[in-house]
């Protein structure tokens, strides 16, 4: 049984800091990392792909991948009120399935103004 | 362009009865797959259609739980004798294979009464 853990939150900061989210994978073959997020009563929605160990920066998002440690994460710069949802980290599965992904239960972030 | 198409939005349905729901995804995106969400809990993988070979159906929860796609396009996700436990959003998303990133859309939110 493949497993995609998150803190469940809530994650609660004041608008202009950093909010870290954090995403630990079972499956040590997987290649590929997603996050995205989900307004309440909103469907999820693909912020950030992530294949290679390191980081990957696209505006105020940065993913950071390491794959030695099956850990993936998303630092969100400079947060806006409008941030506040909840994130899902997804991991592609690796083998067979590897069309399949499995997604996290998701981190609740509260953006204080 | 058009972003993945859900119908209906909202479902209200009598225990026991049949539900249809419906998907129009992405053109050009030949993968196409149906997750279910219930409330509080993460996504959870029900069926994936890849162009022309056999549909993974490994994550339908019963028999009475059908899928199909036409022409490599629309799909449907067909709910036989409605129950209860089957009142969740039903998310469909579609993608490219090189990418593997998925792309919802807005879920057809069924309650069974």
């Known amino acids: 049984q493949k497993e995609v853990e998150q803190n469940s939150g809530p994650l609660s900061v004041p608008e202009g800091a950093i909010a870290s989210l954090n995403c630990t994978y079972s499956?040590?073959?997987?290649?590929?990392f997603f996050w995205y997020r989900q307004y309440s009563g909103k469907s999820p929605e693909l912020i950030m792909s992530?294949?290679?160990?390191g980081d990957k920066e696209d505006g105020r998002f940065t993913a950071q991948l390491n794959k030695a440690s099956q850990y993936v994460s998303l630092l969100i710069r400079d947060s806006q009120p409008s941030d506040s949802a909840t994130y899902l980290c997804?991991?592609?599965?690796?083998?067979?399935?590897?069309?399949?992904?499995?997604f996290g239960k998701g981190t609740l972030l509260t953006v204080n103004p | 362009g058009a972003g993945v198409s859900q119908s209906p939005s909202n479902k209200v349905t009598e225990k026991g009865k049949d539900v249809e729901l419906r998907c129009d995804p992405i053109s050009g995106h030949t993968a196409l797959y149906w997750y279910r969400q219930s409330l509080g809990q993460g996504l959870e993988f029900l069926i994936y259609f890849q162009g022309n070979s056999a549909p993974d159906k490994s994550g339908l929860p019963s028999d009475r739980f059908s899928a199909e796609r036409t022409g490599g396009s629309v799909s449907t996700l067909t709910i036989q004798r409605t129950q209860q436990e089957d009142s969740a959003v039903y998310l469909c998303?579609?993608?490219?294979?090189?990418?593997?990133?998925?792309?919802f859309g807005e879920g057809s939110r069924l309650t069974v009464l």
């Open positions: 992530i294949y290679s160990n």
């Open positions: 997804a991991v592609r599965n690796s083998g067979g399935s590897n069309y399949k992904l499995t």
């Open positions: 499956d040590r073959g997987s290649q590929s």
């Open positions: 998303a579609s993608s490219l294979v090189s990418t593997g990133e998925l792309f």
